[in-house]
């Protein structure tokens, strides 16, 4: 991979303030666009990855939408 900074999926919980199993919803539901995975399968996340978990957060979303 190049000299990207990479973050964890920990980190983007605590940056997002959401659960995992909040933002494994949203990736798997197509809410926010999936992220680069390492060889092992982990997620590797960067800014514009938690900018577009935070933004889709933010939006005013109705209830039993997702």
């Known amino acids: 991979m190049s000299d990207k900074h990479f973050l964890t999926t920990k980190e983007v919980l605590k940056r997002a303030r959401i659960s995992r199993n909040t933002l494994f919803l949203w990736l798997r539901k197509g809410k926010v666009p999936e992220v680069?995975?390492?060889?092992?399968?982990?997620?590797?996340?960067?800014?514009?990855?938690?900018?577009?978990?935070?933004?889709?957060?933010?939006?005013k979303i109705p209830p039993g939408s997702l």
């Open 36 to 59: 680069t995975r390492n060889r092992n399968g982990h997620r590797l996340f960067t800014e514009k990855d938690i900018r577009n978990i935070i933004e889709f957060k933010n939006r």
